[in-house]
């Protein structure tokens, strides 16, 4: 019996794969892989009870504190983003590949299988972790090999009995974890079609936001954040907590025009409330601590360590030796900033840090300490170059 591990999210792609592999590719046993990474728990019971309502095997993954842990505190010590959104899908999708890695190492198996499309990124994502731990496993991705519409699945589903959410009008593809939750299809892909409120579950509307500010403090400790308001929690406590203050204050929606590694450009919704808060203060904290130079090379190595991220290189010993350099800057990254939370904006309004590159002596209008008098020979010299050559443009033409 020729069996096949599917990565299976009960969502309308994988839900549609089940029947698929069985017909169209001789696959008897199918071995359906959910993994938690935030989700709400009732998607997680969903997924799981419409896994074996279809005759699969199927098994659930908590790997909530793991994916903090490993992903989401490594990505706010790189300031992780890709075209100004924090990455939340990216740094699921290898965690997600790997608990499906080690269900076939456990069980075995003769194939992986998965929802992505061939116009998406997650199929590099996705396909890299399996191809780099199993690979002598065949990989099928039904939506890609058949090049299947959205409305074609949603048709094939109703005539195959399978229960799903979407609808031809409502036919939005949701993605959700911890860090962040995207929203996308349908009308949504259009650059000039404004999302309709009810997309979004994590953040309110600047008209339904409170009217009054909420301050907020963040302590840091080696770059990764463990208190919030005094009271120190874990990393999954801490993440879901801002999720959902920044979230009820309207803080955290993205709308951009993204281009993906196929090269194709694509509007995209995301709510990332906790996303947005830390990586601000985490970047408030840095710039007070770290010297100019560092800063310079941190925002080079973070850029990079971001693009390897979307691409899904998690394995990749490149980015290894980035978080080389990233983990000796944090060292340091330790300390308080405190930020203003008011109808969608977030405003850093104070930092501190046993290790600030600030001396209130030196940096006073009021002081003598540094003599005004030394910064002239820096002055006179300052731009020589450029001077000498202005002259010559001036002279010669």
Not at 30 to 40: E, H, I, S, Y
Not at 123 to 139: D, G, L, N
Not at 220 to 225: A, D, I, L, S, T
């Amino acid at each position: 019996m020729k069996k096949i591990i599917l990565v299976y999210s009960g969502g309308l792609d994988t839900s549609v794969c089940i029947p698929l592999v069985r017909e169209e590719y001789g696959y008897d046993h199918v071995v359906t892989v959910t993994v938690d990474v935030g989700q709400p728990a009732e998607d997680i019971e969903q997924a799981a009870a419409k896994a074996r309502a279809l005759g699969t095997e199927h098994y659930t993954a908590d790997a909530k504190d793991e994916f903090v842990r490993d992903h989401i505190f490594p990505a706010i010590r790189a300031n992780g983003d890709y075209m100004g959104y924090p990455l939340s899908t990216a740094i699921a999708r290898p965690i997600i590949a790997l608990k499906a890695v080690e269900v076939a190492k456990r069980i075995g198996g003769d194939a992986f299988c998965h929802g992505c499309t061939g116009k998406g990124n997650d199929q590099f994502r996705i396909e890299f972790v399996m191809r780099a731990f199993c690979p002598e496993m065949e990989i099928i991705a039904p939506m890609r090999e058949r090049n299947l519409t959205r409305t074609e699945e949603i048709e094939y589903a109703k005539r195959k009995g399978v229960p799903i959410a979407q609808s031809v009008d409502k036919i939005w593809s949701i993605d959700e974890n911890l860090w962040g939750r995207s929203i996308e299809g349908g009308r949504l892909e259009e650059p000039d079609f404004a999302p309709p409120e009810e997309i979004f579950l994590w953040t309110k509307g600047a008209d339904q936001a409170p009217d009054k500010l909420r301050r907020i403090a963040i302590e840091f400790e080696e770059g990764v954040p463990v208190a919030l308001d005094g009271e120190r929690l874990n990393g999954l406590a801490l993440v879901r907590a801002l999720n959902a203050l920044a979230g009820e204050n309207g803080v955290g929606r993205i709308d951009i025009m993204e281009d993906r590694m196929l090269g194709l450009k694509v509007r995209e919704n995301y709510e990332c409330p906790a996303a947005v808060v830390l990586l601000t203060a985490h970047r408030a904290l840095e710039a007070l601590v770290l010297t100019r130079a560092e800063l310079d090379m941190k925002a080079m190595v973070d850029r990079k360590w971001g693009e390897m991220a979307y691409y899904g290189l998690w394995f990749d010993p490149l980015k290894e030796d980035l978080e080389a350099f990233i983990g000796a800057t944090q060292k340091r990254v330790a300390g308080t900033v405190w930020l203003d939370l008011f109808k969608g904006q977030v405003k850093v309004i104070g930092r501190r840090s046993p290790w600030a590159l600030y001396s209130e002596d030196l940096a006073s209008f009021d002081s003598k300490t540094f003599d005004q008098r030394e910064s002239l020979g820096m002055v006179k010299n300052h731009g020589i170059q450029a001077r000498m050559y202005l002259q010559l443009k001036a002279r010669l033409g």
